[in-house]
C-alpha cells in the first residue's frame, strides 16, 4: 500500500523541561572553592599584624588543601592546577611590588579580560554562553544555526558580561583605595552569590528568548539542506 507510515516520518523531539545552566555548566562549587585562598590572605594578614608574609602563606596553603581536596573528589587535574597556579601568581605579584592589595591584581585583570571577552563575543556573535553549553551538550557549533538558540544565548551572554562589568566597578576602587579587607570582603561576595544569580538569570533570559515550541537547547531547530535548497530555488524565481 502506497504512502508513508507514521512510523517512517522524521521524529521530532517533544519540548521537555530541560536541566538549568547550573546543571549543564555547574560553576557555583568551583566559585565557592575559589573564595577560599583570598579570604584566609585577608586573615592571614590581619593575624599577623597586617604582614604581607602571613597572608600570602595563608593563601598558597588554603590553596594547595583546595586543590588536594579538589583532586580528590574527581575534578579535573588541568582546571585544579590552574586554580593554584593563580593562587601562586598572585602571591608573587604581592611579594614583587609589597603591596598586599596587589594579590587582588590577577583578580581585577581576569575580570577586566573577560568582560571584554563576553563582550566581543556577542558582537561578532559567538556567544560564549552558547560556546560553553554546546560544548557541555557535545553539540560542537550546531546551535548556531539555530538563529532563535544564537539570539537567545546572546542575549543570555549580556548577563554574564554584566556580572564581570560589577565587580570591575567594585574592586577598582577598593583596589585603587588600598583597602585590604574591603577587597576580600568583596571577593567573597562578588563570586559564589553572584555566581549562582547569574546562572538563574541567564538561564530565565534563556528560556524566555525562545518561542513556544521550541524543543530547547539539545535539540537545535536546524534547517535541512533539502529546505536550504528549497529556499534558495524560491528566491532565484522571477
Known sequence: MAGTSQTDRPSVP??????????LLG??????????????FG????????????????????????????????DRPRSVLIGLLAVCVAALIALRTGRATDFFLLQVLANLASA????????????????????????????????TLLRAYGRGSWVWAATYALR????????????VVALVVARVALSWPLVA???????????????????????PLVPSEEDTAGSEE?????
Not at 168 to 178: E, S
Not at 197 to 219: D, K, N
Open 116 to 147: 571584554l571577552a563576553w563582550a566581543v563575543s556577542i558582537v561578532v556573535r559567538w556567544p560564549l554562553l552558547g560556546v560553553l553549553v554546546g560544548v557541555a551538550l557535545g553539540q560542537r557549533t550546531r546551535w548556531r544555526r539555530d538563529p
Open 27 to 40: 560553576g557555583r562549587r568551583g566559585a565557592v572553592d575559589a573564595t577560599l585562598p583570598p579570604l584566609a
Open 43 to 74: 586573615l592571614g594578614w590581619l593575624l599577623g599584624g597586617e604582614s604581607l608574609w602571613g597572608g600570602v602563606l595563608a593563601a598558597v596553603l588554603t590553596g594547595s588543601v583546595v586543590a588536594g581536596w579538589r583532586l580528590r573528589r574527581g
Open 197 to 219: 544569580t547569574a546562572l538563574a538569570v541567564s538561564w530565565l533570559v534563556v528560556r524566555r528568548s525562545l518561542p513556544v515550541g521550541h524543543p530547547g537547547l539539545r535539540h
Open 14 to 23: 517533544e519540548p521537555r523541561e530541560p536541566e538549568s545552566l547550573a546543571d
Open 168 to 179: 570591575l566597578a567594585v574592586f577598582v576602587p577598593l583596589y585603587l583605595g588600598g583597602q
Open 234 to 238: 524560491d528566491t532565484a524565481r522571477p
